[in-house]
């Protein structure tokens, strides 16, 4: 089980907004960064939103990264086939002795 | 621009023992934290090891402590993963990432090699 709670699944047509929670508690999202990660087949994870909204270089601004409270968002705009991919959230956890924790992942399927 | 390339991965029985090797570059190395991170297949992100750019400060997951060793050589520009006792949960691909840090907590990790799949197996 993941410290970071995220659906398995999210759907949306092209164009549309969708929104990708990662819910957490006081010990983790409440008092640390968020970060989100996407991850196509086959291929590595990239960065994508540190210190909660900020974008990592060259991630267009239709991606946009919110924390409120124990929970963050990750929201795409203008979804695009090419955006169909895994979405991780990570943060640290400060109850635990080793504190980086990940969400369990979210599919994007854009219909 | 940024690279990490893995290599060493492979086909190992339980038991056995791999040493997995990340070459860097594009970046000061010897400035930066390094850690392990990998995934089952099917399944999600599992943070394993982290080390700190002069090697003083060194931390494991519990899932791997006591058989998995980190290390590197800044003269190398490499970042290296010695995997002893290997067990079939240990089936995965394994990536080098670039950790960035502030005040003792890893914020995010920005840079990620392409993975290097090591699977444990008889």
């Known amino acids: 089980q993941s410290v970071l709670t995220q659906p398995p699944s999210v759907s949306a047509a092209p164009g549309q907004t969708v929104t990708i929670s990662c819910s957490g508690s006081?010990?983790?999202?409440?008092?640390?960064?968020v970060s989100w990660y996407q991850q196509f087949p086959g291929t590595a994870p990239k960065l994508l939103i540190y210190?909660?909204?900020k974008r990592h270089s060259g991630i267009p601004d239709r991606f946009f990264g919110s924390k409120s409270g124990v929970e963050a968002t990750l929201t795409i705009t203008g979804l695009q086939t090419g955006d169909e991919a895994h979405y991780y959230c990570?943060?640290?956890?400060?109850?635990?002795?080793?504190?980086?924790?990940f969400g369990g992942g979210t599919k994007l399927s854009v219909l | 621009q940024v690279q990490l390339v893995e290599s060493g991965g492979g086909l190992v029985k339980p038991g056995g023992s791999l040493r997995l090797s990340c070459a860097v570059s594009?970046?000061?190395?010897?400035?930066?934290?390094m850690s392990w991170i990998r995934q089952a297949p099917g399944k999600g992100l599992e943070w394993l090891s982290f080390?700190?750019?002069?090697?003083?400060?060194?931390h494991y997951a519990d899932s791997v402590k006591g058989r998995f060793t980190v290390s590197r050589d800044n003269n190398r520009n490499s970042l290296y993963l010695e995997m002893d006792s290997l067990r079939a949960e240990d089936t995965a691909v394994y990536y080098c990432?670039?950790?960035?840090?502030?005040?003792?907590?890893?914020?995010?990790?920005?840079?990620w090699g392409q993975g290097i799949l090591v699977t444990v197996s008889s």
């Open positions: 006081s010990s983790n999202i409440g008092k640390n960064f």
């Open positions: 210190d909660n909204f």
């Open positions: 990432v670039r950790d960035i840090e502030r005040v003792g907590v890893t914020l995010y990790f920005d840079f």
């Open positions: 594009g970046f000061t190395f010897h400035n930066y934290y």
């Open positions: 080390i700190s750019p002069g090697s003083s400060d060194i």
């Open positions: 990570g943060t640290w956890d400060t109850s635990l002795g080793e504190g980086r924790v």
